[in-house]
């Protein structure tokens, strides 16, 4: 009913940007929050960021001051703007949302497939 693509993943040198975007389509007829997760090898998928319908945001402290999510609310996308990257940061991130789906009733949660960030020199 609803796909969520995440995409602008790869790999990138310590210190350096990416910019990753989660686009949403479907049977949408409202999305509350949406949020970035990621996981790295071996270990549980960790909370990175979430920002409300409203545009209240909240992150990890790991990534507190370093990476900022944003969202457009017309094209149902999501994005993580990630500074200063570090070797830490390698992980797959995926993206999240809690969507009221049209014809439906009360709120579904929905993941993306995951994009792969690989932070090494």
């Known amino acids: 009913q609803v796909q969520l693509v995440e995409s602008g993943g790869g790999l990138v040198q310590p210190g350096k940007s990416l910019r990753l975007s989660c686009a949403a389509s479907?049977?949408?007829?409202?999305?509350?929050?949406m949020a970035w997760y990621r996981q790295a090898p071996g270990t549980q998928r960790e909370f990175i960021a979430f920002?409300?319908?409203?545009?209240?945001?909240n992150y990890a402290d790991s990534v507190k001051g370093r990476f900022t999510i944003s969202r457009d609310t017309a094209k149902n996308t999501v994005y993580l703007q990630m500074n200063s990257l570090k070797v830490e940061d390698t992980a797959v991130y995926y993206c999240?949302?809690?969507?009221?789906?049209?014809?439906?009733?009360?709120?579904?949660?929905?993941w993306g497939q995951g994009t792969q960030v690989t932070v090494s020199s």
């Open positions: 999240n949302a809690l969507v009221a789906v049209s014809g439906g009733s009360g709120m579904q949660n929905y």
């Open positions: 479907g049977r949408i007829f409202r999305i509350d929050v």
């Open positions: 920002i409300s319908g409203g545009g209240s945001t």
